[in-house]
């Protein structure tokens, strides 16, 4: 029976998975909201202001093993021939670790290395189990053995790609498309050379990326998080080192590099620029092509689908490479270069990888961290809201902060509140319900007020912050630092309070002063809102 497969099986499980997928998406919503996977977005994670539930990565896994369990069922009549039962199993495995990591990120942000280890330890499993890759094949050149090379490299790309698909999620419906498109080219590929084992797989996990697209997409209702990405990335890895061993340029790394491109490419891009200003390969920033394009003016769709297009160009020359037509692939690389050089023009990025540009500002992400870090150990040491206060203030006038209100219905020493020379709006009237939250808004002189709503210590912070002649990327360095700051400052602001709240028994009120130069400390009338 397995010789009678046709072209149009993968299609039937693309349907199956994407129906269980939008089917289990709203339930994964709800769980979310239970136990409490949500993301607070900040400036260093990712470019929404809203709070969205993660654990998208149950939904993928739902629907792509959902729809592949039904082949496993039926593998007696489908034939012994057609399903690969060691690179399922691997498959399996692999993806179940990585979403079980994602979930458990999700919940309690793990730091990078802790998920690095693990990434690594997995991706070790899979190479050992067989899947990897054999030779390096260049067109028109002899093939090269790779031999004991063959275990560092392949772990290398696999860790490599599942990081990339979880760089790439930072605007609403980006990284699952692109999933998408990836998957669907592998899943034709795999049905062209009759290796329907992957043709299967990539199209369950093509159908299950496309259910939950629509709850994705912008404005997004739910986040991949990175139970999403890293189960997606780690079963993309598997699925192209295996498919590649059936393509016409058999072994060859260069169909898998060309398939997942655009992330590949993206990330290339961002340990390059970060390295060039110095700075750590794990760091946050928004210099991702996604971030360049919305500070164009695109909006999040809009970048979606603009990267939709590179991605699906990427995989158009993969695709046209694997099943041997030249002239297919010659069109598709002359049109991805000429898309890639104009992007690359528009985009800026002759200036944003400037070196000089970079190094410059090296010493100062060092100073605006080091900062940062220095005040947050101070707050710890904080014996009083006043000591919190004076801390605070000394450090974000340098961080180009103009004016900040704090909000939190917590009663304080009332003679904090006379003490205007501090230079600092304070708002005891407010509440901080709700999730935890950041907004932005800028102006046309340079200036943006940010909102940091940090519910479980019940204080919201507004920060005025001018840029003072300041790159853009050194500006979001010096927000980034302030987001990390300000959390720990509201954490001291609600124990000192908690401390405070038996003895101390004061009315509600409200000041605004506004930050001045430290040398000018002229008293201010309040204003009342």
Not at 262 to 284: A, K
Not at 396 to 405: F, M, N, P, Q, S
Request: aromatic share 8%; net charge positive; hydrophobic share 50%.
């Amino acid at each position: 029976m397995g010789g009678s497969l046709t072209f149009v099986n993968p299609f039937i499980f693309f349907a199956l998975a994407a129906a269980l997928a939008l089917v289990a998406t709203p339930w994964v919503k709800r769980l979310a909201y239970r136990i409490g996977a949500l993301d607070r977005p900040s400036h260093r994670r990712n470019v929404t202001r809203r709070t969205i539930p993660r654990l998208g990565g149950i939904s993928l896994f739902v629907g792509c093993w959902g729809a592949m369990s039904l082949m496993l069922v039926a593998w007696y009549w489908i034939g012994s021939e057609a399903i690969e039962l060691k690179l399922w199993a691997t498959l399996l495995g692999a993806g179940l670790a990585m979403l079980l990591l994602g979930m458990i990120d999700d919940k309690y942000d793990l730091s990078a290395k802790i998920k690095l280890l693990v990434q690594v330890a997995v991706a070790t499993a899979v190479v050992l189990a067989g899947v990897r890759f054999e030779e390096i094949g260049l067109l028109g050149l002899p093939s090269l053995k790779l031999g004991w090379a063959s275990v560092p490299l392949s772990i290398f790309f696999i860790v490599g790609i599942t990081n990339a698909v979880n760089m790439i999620d930072g605007v609403d419906g980006l990284a699952v498309g692109s999933c998408l498109i990836i998957s669907a080219a592998v899943a034709t590929i795999g049905a062209l050379n009759n290796s329907m084992s992957i043709a299967f797989a990539a199209a369950a996990l093509a159908g299950a990326c496309a259910g939950f697209l629509p709850y994705n997409f912008s404005p997004a209702r739910i986040f991949l998080g990175d139970s999403g990405s890293l189960f997606a990335g780690m079963s993309l890895a598997i699925l192209a080192i295996a498919g590649s061993a059936k393509t016409a340029v058999a072994g060859s790394m260069l169909i898998p590099i060309l398939l997942l491109g655009y992330p590949t490419l993206d990330t290339l891009l961002v340990m390059l620029r970060r390295r060039l200003s110095g700075r750590s390969m794990f760091s946050g920033d928004h210099g991702h092509i996604h971030h360049r394009l919305i500070g164009r003016g695109m909006s999040h769709g809009q970048a979606a689908i603009t990267l939709y297009i590179v991605c699906l160009l990427f995989c158009y020359l993969g695709v046209s490479l694997a099943i041997g037509i030249s002239s297919a692939s010659f069109v598709a690389t002359l049109i991805l270069m000429v898309a890639l050089v104009i992007g690359a023009v528009l985009l800026n990025y002759p200036s944003h990888l400037s070196i000089k540009q970079l190094r410059s500002n090296s010493s100062h992400y060092r100073v605006a961290q080091c900062r940062a870090r220095l005040a947050s150990a101070e707050l710890e040491l904080a014996q009083n809201t006043e000591q919190a206060f004076d801390t605070v203030i000394q450090t974000i006038e340098r961080l180009g902060v103009k004016r900040l209100t704090v909000l939190y219905p917590n009663p304080v020493d009332a003679n904090l509140l006379r003490r205007r020379r501090q230079r600092i709006a304070i708002n005891l009237n407010g509440s901080s319900n709700g999730h935890s939250h950041i907004s932005g808004k800028s102006s046309v002189n340079g200036t943006a007020v940010d909102t940091y709503r940090f519910p479980e210590f019940n204080v919201t912070i507004r920060a005025k912050i001018e840029r003072n002649g300041y790159s853009e990327e050194l500006d979001l360095e010096h927000r980034i630092q302030l987001n990390q700051l300000f959390r720990v400052f509201a954490k001291r602001l609600n124990e000192l309070s908690d401390s405070t709240a038996a003895s101390t028994k004061t009315d509600e009120a409200e000041d605004s002063i506004e930050l001045r130069p430290t040398d000018s400390l002229a008293d201010h009338s309040p204003q009342t809102s």
